[in-house]
C-alpha cells in the first residue's frame, strides 16, 4: 500500500530538517508518495497568505502530514494545521540517549496533552480598559477522547495530571472523565496535581512514565521535559486525530542559526519514525530510532550537542546505519 504523505517545510531550519527526514523515510521498503506544500512567514512576505488553502486542504487529505517550522506566523499556521487533521491529542516523548549531555540521564516520559480546548480555546474577553478575561473550556467529549487513546498507547496504566484541588469545575471534570474511561477500560491510573508534577519532574523524573494532562499544562511540562532531556533537537511530536496525523519536531524554524547547515536533523527523523509508527509499519520504525540512537552514541554530532557535525553528515551518518 502506497502512503500518501503531505511535506510542508515551512521556515528557517524546516527546510534543512524536513528534507533529512524524507532521504531517511525514503530509504526504507516502505511505499510513500511525497506531495511538498508551502507554509509560514516566507509567503507572508511574499504578500501570500501563511497558510494556503492548497496546504490545509493537503492535510486534511493525506494519510499523514509531516511538518517542519513556522516562524512568526506559527499560531496562523500549526494551529489551524492541526485542526484539519482534526487532531485531538498531542504526542510528545521526551527521554535521554546514551552519549547525549542530560540534566536528568535515564528520563523516559511521554506527555499525552489534550490538544483542542483548556485555556488555549481561545476564549478572550476585553471586558473593559483595565480588565481582560479567559474563559476555559473543558468537555467530557475532549477527555473521553484523550483517555481513550491514553488506554490504547499504555495499556499498563498512566498518570493523570490535574489541579482539580482548585479548578474544581474544569480539572475535575478533565480528571473525572478520564479517570473514568480508564476505569472501563481495566487501565490503572494514578494522579498527581501539576504543580507538584513540575518539581518531582526535575528530581525524579524516571518515577514516570506516561502522563495524560490537559492542554496548557501539556504544553509547559514537555518543554520542561525537553531541558532536562538535552535540547530541543532532539524531541519528536505527532498530533493525532481520529482518521489523520501530522508529525513535527518540538522545536521551531531556530532563525539563529537558519540557513547555516548545522541544524539537528534528529527530532524530525525521530518524528518520521512516529509517522511510521501511525501508519503500521512498526519495523521500519524501530530500524530508523535505532540508527538515529547509534548516531547520537557514536557521533557525528551537530553542534547543539557539543559536536561540530553537519546536518547533511548527522543524516548521512544515520542513513548508513539504517
Ligand atoms: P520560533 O519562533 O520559530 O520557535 P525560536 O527562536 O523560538 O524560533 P526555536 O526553534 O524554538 O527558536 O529554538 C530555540 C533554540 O534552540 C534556538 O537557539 C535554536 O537554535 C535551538 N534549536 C532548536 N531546534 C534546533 C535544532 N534542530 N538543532 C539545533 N538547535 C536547535
Ligand atoms: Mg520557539
Redesign the pocket.
Known sequence: MTHEIAVIPGD??GSE?IPAAIEVLEALEVDFEFTEAEAGDHLLEAGREPLPEATEALAAEADATLFG?A?ET?ADVIIPLRAAVDSFVNVRPARTYPGVDAVKSETDLVFLRENTEGVYAGHEDDLSENLSTLTRVVTDEAAERLAEYACEYAPEGFTIAHKANVMRKTDGRFRDAVARVAEENDVETDEVLIDALAMHLVLRPEEYDVIVTPNLAGDVLSDLAAGLVGG??LLPSANVGPERALFE?V???????AGEGI??PS?TILSAAMLLDYLAEPEAAERVRTAVEATLEAGPR?P?LGGEGTTEDVTRAILSRL
Open positions: 528557517g531550519i530538517v517550522a516562524g506559527a530541543l533537537g519536531p522545536h521551531g524554524s531556530a532563525p539563529d542559526i541544524a539537528n527530532a551537530t547543539d
